[in-house]
């Protein structure tokens, strides 16, 4: 059964369908990106900034007052977000779009 459903299969017919050429780029783009297709020219590093960067930095350190500190901070942040923001929008389109 598994072969004759294997002969049916459009890909067979209707190569676009299939992994075809698109996987075969998307393994060399994945085998590029882990430096093995071919050599990446130039020596630029980017390095993140910000509250994700620090909580990752005292991660990585294993510093947990730092990591407590920044996802406090974080928390905070998303909270205050809410508040300001997020319900005065809220209540602005409940009161323009109201089905009442």
């Known amino acids: 059964m598994a072969h004759a459903l294997a002969r049916a299969h459009p890909a067979r017919y209707l190569p676009g ?7 075969r780029r998307g393994r060399r783009l994945e ?3 882990r430096g093995g297709g071919r050599d ?5 590093t980017l390095k993140a900034t910000g509250l994700g960067a620090y909580i990752t930095a005292a991660t990585t350190a294993g510093d947990r007052p730092r990591i407590v500190l920044g996802v406090a901070v974080m928390s905070a942040y998303v909270v205050a977000l809410n508040r300001l923001v997020w319900r005065r929008l809220e209540r602005l389109a409940a009161a323009r779009y109201s089905l009442a």
């Not at 369908?17 to 996987?23: E, K």
């Not at 990446?40 to 630029?44: A, F, I, N």
């Open 17 to 23: 369908l299939g992994h075809g050429r698109a996987h």
């Open 31 to 33: 085998r590029e990106h």
């Open 40 to 44: 990446l020219e130039g020596d630029t």
